[in-house]
């Protein structure tokens, strides 16, 4: 069935179901665009989330890159970054294969459409016209029979009129004739015409039009075929890209899976483990009768040898918390003001920075002395002499670097031997950390009487004492860079921080948290007006941000 045949009298029909046909195909390239803006932005939006939780800092220089949920969380922004690409790619291909491709098509599609129809107005107008032509011509053979009849009436009466004379007859005679020859003639042309608009009429009903119209229908079909791949088009570009979001989706969970708490508390203790021994047992100091004290070996502080210990607020107070003033840190070359575990890894590192630096040199020095070989014997390629200064400076550089690693293998060295010595002074050892305060604070204004008085009339402490690590000697905190509050806390009692590490607080003082509990019974605080330390735990009302 086509149109040419069961449609041939619906012209102004097929005008208006291709024209409706025109309109879904650019309502269906909108839609597809406004699809294209929707991926667009939902990608655009991925991509900034993604770069709003990425590390600031470079893997290397963070140490939190080194615990698996840090990883892999990172890896889970990767992921969803590359999920964020392939929605891209779904619009940049909606956009090229769709919305490009078929505005072009609906463009072809509406001349085509123009074409047809406007070859078909043509052949009706020139039906129309034939039809007036035959309508003239039937109206003037109508007319010429009229005046033809008349005629021979007029020259009949006067035949038959007795008084009419010969020549009147004649006359009449003649005229009949000539409008009956009139007649004949409009009949002859009217009968020509109405064959000929017949001929025209047959042509334009059974053969003209039904070829526009079956133009007209290859077109449409054409264009609904076309329309149904574009229909496609907009699964088929989902579908491209399903596996490699698949793969995303993949990475997410294997990026899941490969959180290890374990390793992670491993990593946790290679970080920050300092290698100190803990403090021994603090022994009873009896000053019910005035006696010279012993220094106690385990004991923090040292004592002046051979004097007696002040009592009252006189006496010094042992150090034994596990904390320093970060301010008071002097970072020196040999990392000495880092606690022996972390120094040694930081010295490791270096030893291992410099060994590949020397290891460049010395590749460099011989790429050096062998093109100089090949000057030396090819002179034309170059002049030997021009590549001395440049062997005189790697070997400076070789032996500068000799230097660096033999000084960073002593101090490694001595930094584990520091470290084995504390291992063998924890094994031996069974204190436990200090308890937190649990009830009101104690008042330490019996601590800071004359305390420096009896520190500069003491002797330096003897070499067993200076063995004995002294936690207050390093910053727990050994990051160079300073790290911003995790929350904060309010003092609910007054304490007052004598002792180095710790800070003083009022009662009712908001405070920055820069550190929690790590089992100890004390938290690092940092007060607004400046000044950073630590203060007992059960002393504060903690809020984490």
Known sequence: MDWGTELWDQFEVLERHT????????????????????????????????????????????????????????????????????????AENLSVRVCLELTKYSQEMKQERKMHFQEGRRAQQQLENGFKQLENSKRKFERDCREAEKAAQTAERLDQDINATKADVEKAKQQAHLRSHMAEESKNEYAAQLQRFNRDQAHFYFSQMPQIFDKLQDMDERRAIRLGAGYGLLSEAELEVVPIIAKCLEGMKVAAHAVDPKNDSQVLIELHKSGFARPGDV??????????????????????????????????????????????????????????????????????????????????????????????????????????????????????????????????????????????????????????????????????????????????????????????????????????????????????????????????????????DKGDGWTRVRRKEGGEGYVPTSYLRVTLN
Request: hydrophobic content about 25%.
């Open 19 to 90: 024209q409706w046909g025109l309109d879904l195909l650019e309502r269906y390239v909108k839609f597809v665009k406004e699809r294209t803006e929707v991926e667009q932005a939902y990608a655009k939006q991925l991509r900034n989330l993604v770069k709003k939780y990425l590390p600031k800092r470079p893997a290397k220089d963070d140490p939190e890159s080194r615990f698996s949920q840090q990883q892999s969380f990172v890896q889970i922004l990767q992921e969803v970054n590359d999920f964020a690409g392939q929605r891209e790619l779904v």
């Open 283 to 516: 022994e009873f100091e009896d000053f019910s009768q005035p006696m010279n004290r012993a220094p106690s070996d385990s004991s923090l502080g040292t004592p002046s040898e051979g004097r007696p210990e002040l009592r009252g607020p006189g006496r010094s107070r042992a150090k034994r918390w596990p904390f320093g003033k970060k301010n008071k840190t002097v970072v020196t070359e040999d990392f000495s003001h880092l606690p022996p575990e972390q120094q040694r890894k930081r010295l490791q590192q270096q030893l291992e920075e410099r060994n590949r630096e020397l290891q460049k040199e010395v590749d460099q020095r011989e790429a050096l002395k062998k093109m100089k070989d090949v000057y030396e014997k090819t002179p034309q390629m170059g002049d030997p002499a021009s590549l001395e200064p440049q062997i005189t400076e790697t070997l400076g550089n070789i032996e500068r670097l000799k230097l660096e690693v033999q000084k960073y293998e002593a101090w490694l060295a001595e930094a584990e031997s520091r470290v084995l010595s504390n291992r063998g002074d924890s094994l031996s050892r069974h204190a436990r950390p200090p308890d937190p305060p649990t009830s009101a604070p104690p008042d330490n204004s019996s601590n800071s009487g004359s305390q420096d008085t009896k520190e500069s009339s003491e002797e330096p402490p003897s070499e067993e004492s200076q063995e004995t690590p002294i936690y207050t000697e390093f910053d727990e905190d050994f990051e160079e860079e300073a790290t911003s509050p995790i929350g904060h806390c309010v003092a609910i009692y007054h304490f007052e921080g004598s002792s180095e590490g710790t800070i003083s607080m009022a009662e009712g003082e908001d405070l920055s948290l820069m550190e929690e």
